[in-house]
């Protein structure tokens, strides 16, 4: 039986061009003549031409793939709204520069790095983006040692010299941590609790060390059973937040490590009777759409998610075209936004006290 795809001879044949002009048509060179450039489109348009993408890959060397590595199981990353927001702006970029995305998720660690490594060195993706980075981060040092293309959105920590020879998106996770706790602080909590992400990544890291940080500078004590592991699910926050309530009631404020945290806090706190913010200040973190949705708003860290994909992959772009890098740590600024859960009221447009 024979195959219906057309080829593309045959769409040179009908423009009555060469097959290379057809290819630089379609690879959009600019050195082809407006009335060649219309007659090959109007072939490609009659016969319904599809390119062979992976044949066009092969003669120009690239995919046109991009990696992104989430570093969780999928069910993890899809249940937090920044991984959606990020990609976003992965995806803007990707468009605009005529790439494809692949997206990597393992749950099994070790599986990540052989298929990320297997990506990379088989051509079938050009370069990866790693969504966030562990503490003992072992798929880093393989990208580094064997000098494959990456860029990170976060960062690894200071004391690891392979910082040095990176690329690198982030925010100031620490300094934006310790100015929401200081904030408690000067509201006059005491007893502030941390409810926080499991520490294997550095995200988590360092914003419970921004946490420590604006209690050593209030002068308070640190209470390690005010550290609450809060999972990774909404359902796992709100149990944590529970458990931790009904034994210590004299808790009056909790910093939540992102926004989905505060508001399984808020929820968790409601459902013992307790008032946010008059029994409990509850402050989140990256300024999702539901700090807006919950009541009472959500005091938190507004984070650039948006932005962090775009200049992930706008600096991952620029390594694939071999452009010269300046700048290969980049921080993004954020915004701390006051609402009503840490105690203020809307009045005349602003929240006072």
Partial sequence: MRDNKVSIREVAKEANVSISTVSRVLRNYKNVPPETRERVMGAVKKLNYVPNIA??????????????????????????????????????????????LQLISFS?????????????????????????????????????????KFVLSGRVLEHNLLGEKMYYVNTDNIGDSYKAVCHLIKMGHKKIAILNAPMDYVVSKDRYDGFRQALMWGGIEHEPDLEIN???????????????????????????????????????????????????????????????????????????????GKESANMLVKLLKGEEIKERKKILPTEFIIRESCGFKMRGGKYVL
């Fill in 108 to 148: 099994d660690i070790n599986m990540e790095k052989e298929e990320t490594i297997k990506l990379l060195k088989s051509g079938r993706v050009d370069g990866v983006i790693l969504l966030s980075s562990r503490v003992y981060d072992s798929l880093i040092y393989e990208l580094l040692s064997q000098d494959l």
């Fill in 230 to 308: 809060g999972g990774y699910t909404l359902e796992d926050a709100k149990k944590a937040v529970k458990e931790k309530l009904m034994k210590r009631r004299d808790i009056t404020a909790i910093f939540a490590t992102d926004d989905m945290k505060a508001v399984a806090t808020v929820q968790a706190a409601k459902e013992l009777g307790l008032r946010v913010p008059e029994d409990i200040a509850v402050i989140g973190y990256n300024d999702f759409r539901e700090a807006t949705i919950v009541e009472p708003n959500l005091t938190t860290i507004r984070v650039p998610i948006y932005d962090l």
């Fill in 55 to 100: 044949a066009q890959s092969l003669t120009q060397g690239s995919m046109r793939n991009i990696g992104i590595v989430f570093t969780r199981s999928t069910e993890n990353a899809f249940s937090n709204p920044f991984f959606a927001d990020v990609l976003r702006g992965i995806g803007s970029v990707a468009e605009k520069y005529d790439y494809y």
